[in-house]
């Protein structure tokens, strides 16, 4: 299996970690990620702020989400360009336990097809609508309501295809889209007990995040909170 890591060059922080991954992923490469607060690099991004699907996105897109979105993109691309089965897709604020990276995988490898989106999430909060496989405490499921964040996934051949021809608009982050199954006809599995975790807050933080004047919070948890409950009302089904 071949890795590609998203990561930008300008993150020097970042650096390390990225040198750790390229010795404890497969077969793996850096990607150059998309600059989001470089106007020049997302000129050409057809994008409408929450408005294109259902439910209505309540936030605005961020500079950074647009650049986080079209790395990912960029990815899914070089996965069709090389000819791939698949690939393992990762943030550079990605760190895992190699060898139990290496069982999640071969789990992958056994039990899907390059048909097949696979997140390998760094927290173990989705339940399961079925379980395709086990080893030990790691567990294959296609879960009821696919989770949040991108950090670690492995995207087959075909999974690239649709989610390419699904995001040519973009009208939020990666991983709200991810969610919407019924609109990418991509179904999203996920291996727990994979050994990944997140360590930005190690290595320099999010890159993403802002602050929200405290005024705005309540309000914005309102939102967030009203619009995961429309998203909760459509779980995958075996």
Known sequence: MRSLIIHMAA???????????LGDLPGAEVIAAVDGRDAAQIAAVARRDGTVFRPHYPFPLRPAE???FQSHRRCWQRILDEGWD???????????????????LALI????????????PVRRRETPA?????????????????????????VGRGAATRLLAATEILDRPVDTV?????????????????????IGGQIGGSTIQ?????????????????????????????
């Open 11 to 21: 993150s020097t922080a970042r650096r390390g970690n990225v040198d750790r991954l």
């Open 66 to 68: 647009i650049g986080v």
């Open 86 to 104: 698949r690939a393992l897709i990762a943030e550079d604020d990605l760190s895992v336990d190699p060898a139990r990276l290496a069982r999640a």
């Open 109 to 120: 490898e056994t039990h899907t097809t390059p048909e097949t989106y696979v997140r390998l």
């Open 130 to 154: 079925a379980t395709l496989a086990r080893d030990g405490d790691m567990a294959l499921i296609l879960p009821r309501v696919i989770g949040l964040q991108c950090a670690c996934q492995v």
């Open 178 to 198: 991810l969610q919407m199954h019924w609109l990418t006809g991509q179904p999203v599995h996920a291996l727990l007990g994979a050994g990944t975790a997140e």
């Open 210 to 238: 802002t602050r929200t004047p405290a005024a705005g919070k309540l309000a914005r948890e309102i939102r967030r909170a009203s619009y995961r409950a429309q998203i909760a009302l459509r779980p995958q089904r075996p």
